[in-house]
């Protein structure tokens, strides 16, 4: 048991930096919470957690091993990816201003539904290779061979439940009535930046190499 409390408290030291260093999830969430809400933001920071567990449980069971080896299941998963986050930055472009004159709830039901909003979360994380390098990298790295699965599943939920923990209370920062007024005035920039944000990942994907 000590060891393994070993494992998961240097897992965290690693992982720790990879949540709060902004990228496409972080603004995926962000424009969530601005555009459609609390809610909203909250099923898609609950996505990319459960999508999180996605890569976690196939690199445990050794198909993480598999994708990082072959250069064609690599390159279909990174296209896939770099044209979801193009086509979500478009999309931000073509947004323009945002109004929010209704209560935020209200707005959120009204303009995306549920399936959504955590559709988003997922999708934007699955469709990414580089979570098949960076956990394959810090399993092997920190956790033992002899590790029984069970334990390095449960790395994984505390890691999952960490990332959504951390964008559930940035989706209620977010949404804070002053917060939301200072966002409503400066939405129009906000979602062609966020746009940007998302087409910026994407060509930085694109480049992306296996091994």
Request: charged share 10%; net charge positive; hydrophobic share 55%.
């Amino acid at each position: 048991m000590h060891q393994y409390l070993i494992e998961l408290a240097s897992l965290m030291a690693i992982f720790s930096f990879g949540i709060i260093a902004p990228g496409a999830d972080t603004a995926m969430v962000m424009r969530q919470a601005i555009v459609h809400g609390r809610k909203a933001a909250i099923l898609t920071s609950f996505g990319i957690g459960t999508s999180l567990m996605f890569h976690v449980t196939y690199t445990i069971l050794g198909l993480g091993l598999i994708i990082s080896q072959s250069i064609l299941l690599f390159n279909v998963i990174k296209w896939a990816g770099v044209a979801y986050l193009v086509y979500i930055g478009i999309q931000s472009f073509r947004a323009g201003k945002v109004s929010l004159d209704a209560p935020i709830a209200e707005t959120a039901v009204k303009a995306q539904s549920a399936a959504k909003g955590f559709a988003l979360g997922f999708m934007a994380n699955a469709l990414n290779p580089k979570p098949v390098f960076f956990f394959l990298s810090i399993f092997s790295t920190v956790v033992s061979l002899y590790t029984p699965a069970m334990v390095k599943f449960g790395y994984g939920l505390v890691m999952a439940s960490c990332l959504i923990a951390w964008f559930v209370a940035m989706s209620f920062f977010l949404t804070i009535p002053r917060m939301r007024a200072s966002f409503e005035r400066a939405s129009k920039w906000i979602n062609r930046a966020s746009g940007a944000v998302f087409i910026a990942f994407g060509l930085k994907l694109a480049t992306e190499k296996a091994g």
